[in-house]
């Protein structure tokens, strides 16, 4: 198979979800049936053959991947056509197609802070809720606090009694679609470069860090 073209590559690193994904559509690019075997041998064997099966069997039941209506011979894999390519970033589903609600609200904020402009954490929370998935204030806070400290938004308005914090995404800062993403060891993780770019320092009782 050819060199994936860039179009069809997220920048950064990538988990099994969005290599399986990218190799899906590097396949289809190329003209080729997708079998999970074919799907695990570009991606160099990095996920288990079971999982490549299940993140199918996802799409395929979501409408990402429709199923060849040839007959197939017993002990051969099932082939796949690509139907719905929705570019780079990989569809979020689970085997019966149904998709994960984990995550979404962090992703609705990042995206939404990139357009927004200048915010406090409630005007925030509110346009980047969805039906589907609403976001409360302290959540939407709490992430712009790992983000502030983090350097991703700079502060166009300290906080004073009554007068929340307000915040702009600095434009550097912009790593990828990817949602950094706060670690129960309360660190900044952005998958977007693969980094750690923040860690909380506590304190302890006697005041040191």
Not at 65 to 87: E, Q
Not at 138 to 148: G, I, K, M, Q, V
Request: hydrophobic share 35%.
């Amino acid at each position: 198979m050819s060199r994936k073209p860039v179009h069809l590559k997220a920048p950064g690193p990538k988990g099994d979800r969005q290599a399986m994904w990218e190799a899906i559509r590097a396949l289809h690019a190329d003209g080729q049936d997708i079998t999970v075997r074919d799907v695990w041998l570009v991606i160099s064997h990095d996920a288990p053959k079971g999982r490549v099966r299940d993140y199918l069997m996802g799409l395929e039941k979501a409408g990402y991947l429709k199923r060849s209506d040839a007959p197939r011979v017993s002990g051969t894999y099932v082939h796949y056509t690509l139907v719905r390519d929705i570019g780079v970033e990989a569809p979020r589903v689970r085997r019966d197609g149904s998709e994960p609600m984990a995550g979404r609200g962090r992703e609705q904020l990042w995206r939404t802070l990139k357009i927004i402009g200048e915010f406090t954490a409630a005007q925030l929370a509110d346009a980047a809720s969805t039906p589907a998935v609403p976001i409360a204030e302290h959540t939407a806070r709490d992430y712009c606090y790992f983000l502030r400290d983090a350097g991703y938004l700079s502060v166009t308005r300290e906080a004073s009694p009554g007068v929340p914090e307000r915040y702009r995404l600095m434009p550097s800062r912009w790593t990828g679609p990817l949602a950094p993403m706060i670690q129960r060891t309360k660190q900044l993780y952005d998958p977007n470069t693969g980094e750690v770019v923040y860690t909380r320092v506590t304190q302890t009782e006697g005041g040191e860090p």
